[in-house]
């Protein structure tokens, strides 16, 4: 009698197992590919990543009809890991396409990594800042760092302890800081720059 019990058992564990190491391939699979299409988003090339992330959200579309008999390999960390640079990746091209930030029922994501995502495109923009300063184009800075500002002020407003969203007090954390950070290398910019056309327009009033 138990031999027949634990072979159902066992049988329902070995599905399972597989269920599982399948899950673990297409979480890698979109984990690499997100790693890669926001390299692409910095790299400007803007299309090759867009595709990318189609390819990616397909997949978790794919794995979340998989796993809907195994709710908890689906609400997993490594699942939900995937999700949020999913969501980093898809919200990140949005913002660089002039386009408004996805929702997670437009990207079809749950609530938790899709706060968590959101929450590392602040050191993304950080990124495309510096570049902006580099070029000399601070209009564009100004533009991002308004969105960085919009991400925290909407984060922060979540309270919630850890046992509901885990790592959002840490992102918040790491959001203020990345903020106060690039406001001031920004801010240095633009005094810079006004600096440098005041010097010029003065020579050139002089005739030097």
Known sequence: MLENIISKIREVLDEKDQVRENA???TRETVRLSAEA???IHRGELENAKNMIKDVKKKLEDLATELRGHPDIYFSGYVYSAYQEYVEAAVLLSILEGSKI???EDLNVPYVPYLLGLGDVVGELRRQILDAIRKDQLDQGEFFL???EEIYEALSTLGYPNAIVPGLRHKCDV????LEKTRGDLTNAIHRNRLLKGIQSLME???V
């Open 38 to 40: 926001i390299r692409a």
């Open 24 to 26: 673990l391939k297409i």
């Open 102 to 104: 996805p929702s997670p």
């Open 205 to 207: 009033k002089l005739n």
């Open 146 to 148: 308004g969105i960085i």
């Open 175 to 178: 959001a203020r800081n990345i």
